[in-house]
């Protein structure tokens, strides 16, 4: 029995930037993306969270590759948008996989009082699961929704093209269980509006 999401969550969203859909520098001459509902996932997600009062993190990833798509000088380093944090969020900007190593993710939550984290973005096999393991490993209840993420086919060392979904799917099941725990957005949602009677009200208004 998982406990209902109380003030000390806090949704972290990984690297939602336009730079994610450039799909033929992620995978390669013939780059595909799975799940393409991830963004309205997210949306969801994090309208839910903001109603309920409960803090958000936001990683913004700018590369060490002069022409990498995630450099937040270019175009395609932004935000996607409705992703725009708000003033009280925490945004960190990082050059690695991990959210925590080289900025003061970890150093925010815990000031803020934050031990539980829900964790959507970009990419699953990357960014999320690097963040994601280095979250369980410091100590952090993780919860990953896989429905709001998601990636890019890859390509192996022997030229096999290995399909976005599949990639998708192997690292949740790597994940889950072990560094965090895997939910369904419902799941999730469920778990934020048991504690939260007022967001109840406010959705069953629509």
Same mark, same amino acid.
């Given at each position: 029995? #998982?406990? &209902? ?6 949704? %972290?969203? #990984?690297?939602?930037?336009? +730079? ?8 390669? !001459? ?9 963004? /309205? ?6 309208? &839910?969270? $903001? ?17 990498? !798509? ?5 175009? /395609?380093?932004?935000?996607? !948008? ?14 690695? @996989? ?12 815990? $000031?803020?009082?934050? +031990? ?20 369980? @490993? %410091?100590?952090? *209840? ?18 096999? *093209? ?8 192997? /690292?949740? &099941? ?15 949602? +469920?778990?934020?509006?048991? *504690? ?11």
């Amino acid at each position: 029995m #998982i406990p &209902a999401f109380a003030d000390d969550t806090a949704l %972290l969203l #990984i690297d939602v930037q336009v +730079g994610v859909d450039v799909l033929d520098h992620w995978g390669g !001459p013939t780059g595909r993306r799975n799940n393409p509902e991830a963004e /309205t996932i997210m949306a969801s997600v994090l309208d &839910a969270f $903001r109603r309920s009062g409960h803090r958000i993190a936001f990683t913004r990833h700018d590369s060490r590759e002069e022409a990498s !798509p995630l450099k937040l000088s270019l175009p /395609t380093g932004a935000q996607k !948008p409705g992703f725009e944090p708000a003033d009280a969020d925490i945004v960190v900007v990082k050059d690695v @996989n991990s959210g925590f190593v080289g900025t003061s993710l970890e150093v925010e939550l815990r $000031r803020a009082g934050i +031990g539980r984290l829900v964790v959507v973005g970009f990419f699953t096999n990357m960014c999320v699961e690097t963040t994601v393991r280095m979250a369980g @490993n %410091l100590g952090f *209840d993780t919860y990953l929704i896989p429905e709001g993420c998601a990636t890019t086919n890859r390509v192996g060392p022997d030229g096999v *093209d290995h399909e976005p979904e599949l990639v998708h799917q192997m /690292t949740v &099941a790597n994940l889950n269980g072990e560094f965090c725990t895997a939910l369904s957005v419902d799941a999730a949602l +469920g778990l934020l509006d048991a *504690d939260n009677p007022d967001l109840q009200r406010v959705q069953g208004n629509e």
